[in-house]
């Protein structure tokens, strides 16, 4: 990573670390679970040499930024909080988004609560969830999933903390990193087991070298999973705390790419809505919806240079 700048930065009351390459237009990109700022360690290189600042920060609870103890510290108006504050710190008025599973959730908060301060964004794996008024998400997951759903799974404190502790930080991160299993991650009762992927392999696949997870492991063990898992834990706080922005229509121009692969892409009711007319009623001004070929969750590593490509080739008309 030559040439990719680190600091730490003081925003919304946190102390946030950041990697950045390049000088331009900014390009803000915002990693998922159980992803950091390295997730993007290919689209800072790429961006960063065709004209752009690229962005990269840990978000609050991961890596190298800071992690407050209590679970109501992780709400969506926390964490935007924390991108607006960054956005301010780099000295512009918009930034293009870049944004990746629980990335692309914050993504959308941030779109639909000062979408100002956003000049275009490309979505990765997970589209707009409109608010439904009459049930809180994390109930409707388990209505239609049950309680081994993965969410559902990870909303009591500290239980599935220890059930990953005891096949160890390696094998969670490996295991959920490589998964190629499409449809909605149900976990084995009472365990973290062979978790999102049943079939994992001792060998990583061409895209993850043993360098890259030992940097994830890295910085995993030393912060372990409480911060990450407790953006889950508000899942119905977020649904309460949103009730305001109920029936508001994203306008910022969207770029949405997801593996046909994807876990969230191939859980109940999502193709139909991305593909059915609904999305582009939430999303006036998506542009293009694109699927790639044999491409699982994590298609920013994955399919690094492909995507690359995709932010590059829509970002510069703007």
């Not at 388990?142 to 220890?162: H, I, L, N, S, T």
């Amino acid at each position: 990573m030559e040439g990719v700048a680190h600091r730490t930065v003081e925003v919304n009351g946190i102390k946030m670390h950041i990697a950045e390459k390049g000088e331009g237009p900014v390009v803000l990109f915002l990693h998922g679970f159980p992803e950091l700022w390295y997730s993007w360690r290919h689209q800072i290189l790429t961006l960063s040499s065709r004209g752009y600042h690229a962005v990269a920060p840990d978000l609050r609870g991961y890596g190298d930024t800071e992690a407050p103890a209590s679970i109501g510290s992780y709400t969506c108006l926390h964490i935007v909080g924390d991108i607006v504050a960054l956005i301010d710190l780099l000295g512009v008025d918009q930034v293009f988004l870049v944004a990746h599973d629980w990335g692309a959730l914050i993504g959308w908060y941030l779109c639909m609560f000062r979408p100002h301060r956003v000049k275009a964004y490309v979505c990765l794996s997970v589209p707009l969830w409109p608010r439904n008024p009459k049930v809180k998400p994390v109930d409707a997951m388990r209505a239609v999933y049950g309680d081994d759903y993965y969410v559902c799974r990870f909303q009591k404190p500290g239980e599935m903390e220890a059930q990953m502790a005891e096949v160890g930080t390696e094998y969670v991160l490996k295991n959920i990193l490589t998964t190629r299993k499409p449809g909605p991650p149900i976990l084995p009762k009472g365990e973290y087991g062979t978790g999102f992927s049943p079939d994992m392999t001792d060998s990583l696949p061409s895209w993850l070298s043993e360098d890259d997870l030992a940097y994830y492991v890295s910085k995993y063990e030393k912060t372990g999973f409480t911060g990450p898992l407790n953006y889950y834990r508000n899942g119905n706080s977020n649904w309460e705390l949103t009730a305001p922005w109920i029936g508001v229509k994203v306008e910022v121009p969207v770029k949405f790419i997801t593996g046909e692969l994807d876990m969230v892409y191939t859980s109940l009711n999502m193709k139909e809505y991305i593909h059915g007319g609904g999305f582009k009623q939430d999303v006036p001004n998506l542009e293009e919806v694109i699927v790639q070929k044999d491409v699982a969750h994590f298609n920013n590593q994955e399919a690094a240079e492909e995507i690359s490509n995709y932010i590059y080739e829509f970002i510069k008309k703007f």
